[in-house]
Structures are given as C-alpha cells and as structure tokens.
Nanobody, 123 residues
Framework: QVQLVESGGGLVQAGGSLRLSCATS????????IAWFRQTPGKEREFVTG????????SYADSVKGRFTISRDGAKNTVYLQMNSLEPEDTALYYCAAGPNPLATTTTLYNYWGQGTQVTVSS
C-alpha cells in the first residue's frame, strides 16, 4: 500500500522551475518528519532536503541550497518542493519519505516512501 504519493515532475528547460508535491495521510503527516531524496540510474539515492514535523527546521543538500525550498501544509497533509533555477544535474527520480528522525540524510532511517516522480531538465 502506497503511503506517500508524489506528483509534479516533468520536463523543463535549464533555468526553469517545478513544484513537486508529496501527499500522505494525516496520521503519517502529523507524526513524521518529511524529506525529499533523488536518484539517477546507477547511483545511490541521495538526500535533497528535509523538514521537521513542526516545520521549525529545514535542511538542504549543498547542491540545491538557494534554489530549492521545502514546505509543508498541514491542512492538506502535503509537503512541497519548490525547485527554481533548475540545472541538467537535477535530472533524477525524486522521492519523498517520512520518518521519525528529524532531518535524517540516510535512507534507512525513513519508514515510508513514495514511488517517485521523474524530473528531467534539458540543457
């Protein structure tokens, strides 16, 4: 059973923007910290950004600082990833994940995963 559902991926030119959404149940949303990871073929899944369950703290990978913004909407049980100034290197399958450890960067610390949404940035 899919616990998290990502959407918003697509094809965009370099310099463009996309907003990803991660929708989940109220129980999972309220009890967990949420993060976005991304993965390209042949590489390990890497941490992109995370937000604590009270929205008090966020963390970003150095490669996306200043370009990506994570936020969460309690009324909609949804976490957003606003991606600006996209680069071809941002091309990947983006996953959202939920877990108890605030701002964890390790995939094994997350209990719930979505199926991913593809982001492709053309040069």
């Amino acid at each position: 059973q899919v616990q998290l559902v990502e959407s918003g991926g697509g094809l965009v030119q370099a310099g463009g923007s996309l907003r990803l959404s991660c929708a989940t149940s109220g129980l999972i949303f309220s009890a967990n910290n949420i993060a976005w990871f991304r993965q390209t073929p042949g590489k390990e899944r890497e941490f992109v950004t995370g937000i604590t369950r009270d929205s008090g703290r966020t963390s970003y990978a150095d490669s996306v600082k200043g370009r990506f913004t994570i936020s969460r909407d309690g009324a909609k049980n949804t976490v957003y990833l606003q991606m600006n100034s996209l680069e071809p290197e941002d091309t990947a399958l983006y996953y959202c994940a939920a877990g108890p450890n605030p701002l964890a960067t390790t995939t094994t610390l997350y209990n719930y995963w979505g199926q991913g949404t593809q982001v492709t940035v053309s040069s």
